[in-house]
T-cell receptor, first 114, second 113 residues
Framework: AQKITQTQPGMFVQEKEAVTLDCTYD???????LFWYKQPSSGEMIFLIY??????QNATEGRYSLNFQKARKSANLVISASQLGDSAMYFC???????????FGTGTSLTVIP | SQTIHQWPATLVQPVGSPLSLECTVE??????LYWYRQAAGRGLQLLFY??????ISSEVPQNLSASRPQDRQFILSSKKLLLSDSGFYLC????????????FGQGTRLTVV
């Protein structure tokens, strides 16, 4: 079974609008971490935001927030006030507390339309 | 501060030739190290990870191998490249614990011709 599932291969959003990128995960561990990364066309991987499994509050970092729904095993990324520079691939990732693997989803390509 | 170096940035190799990609980390000790491959327009596939010198775990059986001869050095190798080995290879490191993010190198674009 896939550890991380991202069901949106591509998304479009109007500049200045908000957009939600979906991510569901699969683990039987109680302790785990969820991450989102941005990959622009240059290929570099940029860390955006982190949510721990025991965190009760949704994580926020500037215009990024993580909508964490533990019972549904979802960790959606919300980008508010989209900018043209937000156009990139976005990857959801998970690290389980009992292991050392760092699993990534297949990614969502986001295009911001002027 | 910690930094991760990965080279070369681009590589064009003929089918059947050997491969050696190197990754080194500075500013930290005993990192977990990872090799990922990303096919064009696709997600990141975990190839190998290592928790210590000489300790290699393989996620996907394939034409590639990995080695960790030193604490902060991780090498991806192949004896004979296949066309299907083309892709974008990323090295990453993390600290211990589920809450530590992965830090990535700049990646190597490998084209096998």
């Amino acid at each position: 079974a896939q550890k991380i599932t991202q069901t949106q291969p591509g998304m479009f959003v109007q500049e200045k609008e908000a957009v939600t990128l979906d991510c569901t995960y699969d683990t039987s561990d109680q302790s785990y971490g969820l991450f989102w990364y941005k990959q622009p066309s240059s290929g570099e991987m940029i860390f955006l935001i982190y949510q721990g499994s025991y965190d009760e509050q949704n994580a926020t970092e500037g215009r990024y927030s993580l909508n964490f729904q533990k019972a549904r095993k979802s960790a959606n990324l919300v980008i508010s006030a989209s900018q043209l520079g937000d156009s990139a691939m976005y990857f959801c990732a998970m690290r389980e507390g009992t292991g050392n693997q760092f699993y990534f989803g297949t990614g969502t390509s986001l295009t911001v339309i002027p | 501060s910690q930094t991760i170096h990965q080279w070369p940035a681009t590589l064009v190799q003929p089918v059947g030739s050997p491969l050696s990609l190197e990754c080194t980390v500075e500013g930290t000790s005993n990192p977990n190290l990872y090799w990922y491959r990303q096919a064009a327009g696709r997600g990141l596939q975990l190839l190998f990870y290592s928790v210590g010198i000489g300790q290699i775990s393989s996620e996907v059986p394939q034409n590639l191998s990995a080695s960790r001869p030193q604490d902060r050095q991780f090498i991806l190798s192949s004896k004979k490249l296949l066309l299907s080995d083309s892709g974008f290879y990323l090295c990453a490191w993390t600290g211990v614990g589920a809450g530590t993010e992965a830090f990535f190198g700049q990646g190597t674009r490998l084209t096998v011709v």
